[in-house]
C-alpha cells in the first residue's frame, strides 16, 4: 500500500521539528522566537503585523513573542505612524539578538546537513523546489 501524502509529510515534519527543538532549547529560545530572529536576520524593521504574517502567527502571538524577546534583549521596538495617523512598531534586533539569530543559522543548517544526509545537491533542490510547489497548489 502507498503511503499517503500527510503521513509521509506529518512524519517528517515531527522529526525535523523534535531536532529543532532539542536545538533551539539550547539556546533558550521558545517556539516562535528562532523564525522571528531569522526574519530580522536578513531584514529589520518590519511592522509587526507584517512580522507575524511573514512567520504564521496571529498577530496577539506576535504581540507576546516580541514581548519576551524584548525582555531578553534580543529586539527592540520603534514607533512609526502608519496610514490614518495609526501608532505601529518597526522590529530591530539588538546586537545580543544579532548573535543569537546568527547561532539560529548554524543550528539550521546543522539539521539541514544532518536531514539531506545521503542526498546529492540536485536532490536537495529538487526536494525543497517540489515542497514549494506542493504548498503553492494548497495555498
Known amino acids: ?3 499517503q501524502l500527510i503521513v509521509a509529510l ?7 521539528q523534535k531536532s529543532c527543538w532539542g536545538e533551539f532549547r539550547k539556546l533558550d529560545l521558545s517556539p516562535g522566537q528562532p523564525k522571528v ?4 536576520r536578513y ?12 512567520c504564521y502567527v496571529e498577530p496577539a502571538t506576535m504581540v507576546v ?4 524577546m524584548e525582555k531578553k534583549g534580543l529586539i527592540r521596538k520603534e514607533v512609526d505612524h502608519v496610514s490614518g495617523g495609526k501608532r505601529a ?28 544526509a545521503g542526498f546529492s545537491e540536485e536532490e536537495k ?15
Request: charged share 25%; glycine share 4%; aromatic share 6%.
Open 89 to 116: 512598531f518597526r522590529i530591530y534586533l539588538t546586537e545580543e539578538g544579532k548573535a543569537m539569530a546568527e547561532k539560529v543559522d548554524e543550528a539550521v543548517n546543522l539539521i539541514e546537513k544532518k536531514a539531506f
Open 10 to 16: 506529518l512524519s517528517a515534519q515531527m522529526a525535523h
Open 37 to 40: 530572529l531569522s526574519r530580522l
Open 125 to 139: 533542490s529538487q526536494m525543497i523546489a517540489l515542497l514549494g510547489r506542493l504548498t503553492d497548489n494548497l495555498n
Open 43 to 54: 531584514q529589520e524593521g518590519y511592522l509587526q503585523k507584517e512580522l507575524a504574517a511573514l
Open 1 to 3: 500500500m502507498r503511503e
Open 65 to 68: 513573542l516580541l514581548s519576551n
